[in-house]
């Protein structure tokens, strides 16, 4: 078991940068492949992006692509998601998941943890 806390949503300008924080707790964090996916309202969850146990390898899905970057660090338990250049699309509660298999992939029923969201809204 992993319980996963999200923090740092909020409200900012198109244009503007958020850093979301997906703190873990339980088992070690190291085992497990971790995502971050968004929703928006009326809309399925969709894969934004993922990285692999060690940080090593990431995954991004095409429209966060070069404005979007995730990170882990291991020693803390937490893993990031730095957004930039938002754009008011990019409105949706995002969510970390945690995956306890090796590789990332995008299918968000591959990922049997979840925390409760943040929302992040982007104006125009």
């Known amino acids: 078991q992993v319980q996963l806390v999200e923090s740092g949503g909020g409200l900012v300008q198109a244009g503007g940068s958020l850093r979301l924080s997906c703190a873990a707790s339980g088992r070690t964090f190291s085992s497990f492949v971790m995502g971050w996916f968004r929703q928006a309202p009326g809309k399925e969850r969709q894969f934004v992006a993922g990285?692999?146990?060690?940080?090593?390898?990431?995954s991004y899905a095409d429209s966060v692509k070069g404005r979007f970057t995730i990170a882990r660090d291991n020693a803390k338990n937490t893993v990031y998601l730095q957004m930039n250049s938002l754009k008011p699309e990019d409105t949706a509660v995002y969510y970390c998941a945690a995956r306890d298999r090796i590789l990332v992939v995008t299918s968000s029923r591959e990922y049997a943890y979840w925390g409760q969201g943040t929302r992040v809204t982007v104006s125009s």
């Open positions: 990285i692999n146990r060690s940080g090593g390898s990431t």
